[in-house]
T-cell receptor, first 115, second 110 residues
Framework: DAGITQSPRHKVTETGTPVTLRCHQT?????MYWYRQDPGHGLRLIHY???????DKGEVSDGYSVSRSKTEDFLLTLESATSSQTSVYFC??????????????FGPGTRLTVL | RKEVEQDPGPFNVPEGATVAFNCTYS??????FFWYRQDCRKEPKLLMS???SGNEDGRFTAQLNRASQYISLLIRDSKLSDSATYLC???????????FGQGTRLTINP
């Protein structure tokens, strides 16, 4: 158990509404990640963070923003949700750094449906 | 060309059989390699890291061929509980990010 929780676990919303997903970790890991998973595409990186207030874009960042004001929380915001953002969202952490890369551990996921 | 490619399957094999998956990666600067397992409607979980010399964990054996840029996973004496999607994962040197293959779906039949 990597001590990662996500909230909400399920959400249904309407097009055009803002949505914020929360990832919370209890083990003071430096790196946190947001992915989306869709059939035919696998897991794709949206944004990641390498420290408090330090974030960077992934391959599918358009339409998403993130914030990390505390080590333990990484928030993903859809400013104006669209149907194309219907997906399963996973948060992940790693304690990686330095010359070697450590594996990632995932939260349980959030199923988001945008109508 | 995708950075990490896997045969999506599905693979349907009888219980007790040996099954092998391959995965190819395109970036020769890839440094770390992993196999993850994902059950239906669950999060991916690390199955094993893949080392240059190859490594084994019980019924699971992982191999890395850097020259040909592929990774393999062998499952011996397959169990019903091995039914899942297996994800090939690669890290690029210097990048604190992972690249995931689409996954190979495996079903073990009684």
């Amino acid at each position: 158990d990597a001590g990662i929780t996500q909230s909400p676990r399920h959400k249904v919303t309407e097009t055009g509404t803002p949505v914020t997903l929360r990832c919370h970790q209890t083990e003071n890991h430096r790196y946190m990640y947001w992915y989306r998973q869709d059939p035919g595409h696998g897991l794709r990186l949206i944004h990641y963070s390498y420290g408090v207030k330090d974030t960077d874009k992934g391959e599918v960042s358009d339409g998403y923003s993130v914030s990390r004001s505390k080590t333990e929380d990484f928030l993903l915001t859809l400013e104006s949700a669209t149907s194309s953002q219907t997906s399963v969202y996973f948060c992940a952490i790693t304690s990686g750094g330095g010359s070697s890369y450590n594996e990632q551990f995932f939260g349980p996921g959030t199923r988001l449906t945008v109508l | 060309r995708k950075e990490v490619e896997q045969d999506p399957g599905p693979f349907n094999v009888p219980e007790g059989a040996t099954v092998a998956f391959n995965c190819t990666y395109s970036n020769s600067a890839s440094q770390s390699f992993f196999w993850y397992r994902q059950d239906c409607r669950k999060e991916p979980k690390l199955l094993m890291s893949v080392y240059s010399s190859g490594n084994e964990d019980g019924r699971f054996t992982a191999q890395l061929n850097r020259a040909s840029q592929y990774i393999s996973l062998l499952i011996r004496d397959s169990k019903l509980s091995d039914s899942a999607t297996y994800l090939c994962v690669v890290n690029i040197q210097g990048a604190q990010k992972l690249v995931f293959g689409q996954g190979t779906r495996l079903t073990i039949n009684p």
